[in-house]
């Protein structure tokens, strides 16, 4: 399983909008915050790996 790196860039309601911060990519990728820890906010660096996004 591969481990990919994310940043919060902003938060609309129920959904996040996270940034790949282990490659130049300028794309934001929109996942439901059900699916991110709780304590998620703008500017957060998550970690996803085996299908899970964890706080690092």
Do not use: H
């Not at 609309?12 to 940034?19: E, T």
């Amino acid at each position: 399983m591969e481990t990919w790196y994310y940043e919060v860039v902003s938060i609309d309601g129920d959904y996040a909008n996270l940034k790949r911060t282990d490659i130049d990519d300028t794309e934001v990728k929109l996942v439901a915050r059900a699916l991110l820890p709780e304590e998620v906010c703008e500017g957060t660096k998550l970690k996803y790996e085996m299908f899970q996004y964890e706080i690092i």
